[in-house]
């Protein structure tokens, strides 16, 4: 019997190399794909996907691998970064990653490996896929389900997750056993494409700067400006530079008039939901269930019971949420299995 | 580690380091200063200059000091409308270039020599700067400055008897080459002349700019006047030190360096030969050597592993602790492919597989034997995976 093909997407990280290393020790017949997503320069800031693809080259010639680079720029732009520019003009917190990996990752990467002759697609993400069922992965802390919970079935059917019964720590080390160059390298924080940037900033680029007021809520008092209104989030604390005094969070937004209402009060009324309507909400299984469950209202938040009313859209919380915005995703589980999510409307 | 790009970058000479060293922390002081302390660091200052210029023929009051080669060039460039350069140059040429208002681009032979009938077509009456680098940095061929500079006399000729009063320079990009090459830039009949510390074992972001007396410049970096003007900001001493030192040895070696150089080409050359057809690209070999050996810098080895991917064999020669550059589309390069060597109108296959090895200080008999093994091995272990696949 021929050695089955699994394409696997190298980012230039240690969790793809490491991937792509544990799938090559199982026998598998592995082909190394570099996405370039993003390849622009912004003002200022540096994009690192030139120093990214290097380096998962590398990998591919350490483990003698074929390597393949696949240009999905325009795409990308368009599926992704534009639904997340539209999201922000329109008020909204949208996930970036959450859309990269539905319309990206498990979708256009996934029919390309495909069709390039692969029998499974891989990915360096820390979950699980079971018979076509999502599960968390072992290392709860670096779990990444709630970043894939809009794939469809049939592609979890056919998709490895080598990383799931790992560590980070376990992850790292195997990297450092095989000479992987990758095991220490720093892990990219910002936005996700585009490197060690801000959201703020990389917004700024699209969005011009309109100068509004950021009002006391509990006062009424101005007590500082901002450059529009978009570019904070429910709940932010950070880069709100009003100095001094007790941290202030935005505890609501006026897109219309560009207004940011900040507070000191953590426990203030308008941060706390019981309950959200969601839309786009999506069942991996194909069959949408209501009931009790887990969810998940970011990543790494710890999972909290919720029930999902016969609607379908009415999640109410058994304990008051903090700072839900509209956007976002909540994702559910019951066990240890992804069951699908939502965005907050 | 066996270091194959001196092209890139070069180790800084002991001596060097050494001579910097006092300007640092004893002789910390700022050559404008009037106190004696600071007028004893002027003159080592100024000394270190007349170095330079030495090792070139000219004063060191025709130098404008600079933070490297790059810098140098544009402030060759600054204030021009119309410029002539050659299609192989530099980046930081040809981007200094197309910053002006008009440029126009001489062709390359196959060979990678310049067709400098080309260059004489395409000087008009406007064209106030021509510039060619001195030996091209991605395939070593020396470049006929000479016969350029003719060029560019005979021009000038024709504008005084037309009474016109259009300028017109010739620079030089005289990055590479230092260090094989004895240079007077006088005989080499060029007005303008870019240096480069960092390629001949000085401190890197050190560079000079030779201006022949009567060019007339516009600085790029303005305040307290320094350098005659040209390049404002307190004078880097050590930096320009460390040059000097470096540069004088270097150019008291010339000769037996090139020599040596040349055997250890030759040496590669020969190992690669044992197991691998190679020529020169025409004759169909398995691995081709890129530019005309006869015109070439001796410590250039550029060759093209036809059928291979370059980046690929970096990447494991890197594993082996082989460090050589690529001239093909490469990931660091941001997936451009060479300019000179698509220029030259290598095949895309040829490109692809170009591998720029560049000889110097580091390299002897013994690591040049031991690069080719490598080599031979690496490209070896390539090959059987692509069998492998089929």
Redesign the interface.
Known sequence: MSKKTVFVGLSGGVDSSVAAKLLQDAGYEVVGVYMKNWSKDLRGMKCPWAEDLADAKRVAVRLMIDFLVWDFEEVYFDKVVKYMLDEYKLGKTPNPDVICNQEIKFKLFFDECLKNGADYVATGHYAKSENGQLMRAKDEKKDQTYFLYRVERRTLERTIFPLGDLRKTEVKQLARDSQLHTADRKESMGVCFVGDVEMRDFLGEYFDAKYGEIIDEQTGKVVGHHKGALFYTLGQRHGLYLGGGLPYYVSARDIKQNKVFVTTDLNCESLWKKSVVLEKVHFISGKPSAGRMEVRVRHQAPLVGATLLEDGKTLVFDDKERALSSGQSIVFYTGRVTLGGGVIS | MIYLDHAAATPISKRALRAMEPYFAEKFFNPSSPYFPAVEVRREYEAAKNTIGGCIGVKGSTLVMTAGATESVNLAFQGFASCLVSEIEHSAVLETARSLPMCEFVRVQANGMIDVEDLATKITEETELVSVGLVNNETGMIQPLKEIAEVVQAERMRRSKCQSSTPLFLHSDASQGLTLLKINAAKLGVDLLTLNAGKVYGPKQVGALYVRHGAILKPVVRGGGQEAGLRSGTENVAGVVGFATALSETAARVDGERKRLTKLKQLLIRELSKNFRVAPLKSHPEIGLIGDEKKQLASFVPLTVLGLDA??LV??L??RGVLVSTGAA??????ARSHVLTAMGLSAEAIAGSLRMTLGKLSDEQNVVAAARILTEVIQ?ERQ?LER?K
């Open positions: 980046e690929r990447f494991m890197e594993e490469c990931a660091a390069s941001k997936g272990l995976r696949k």
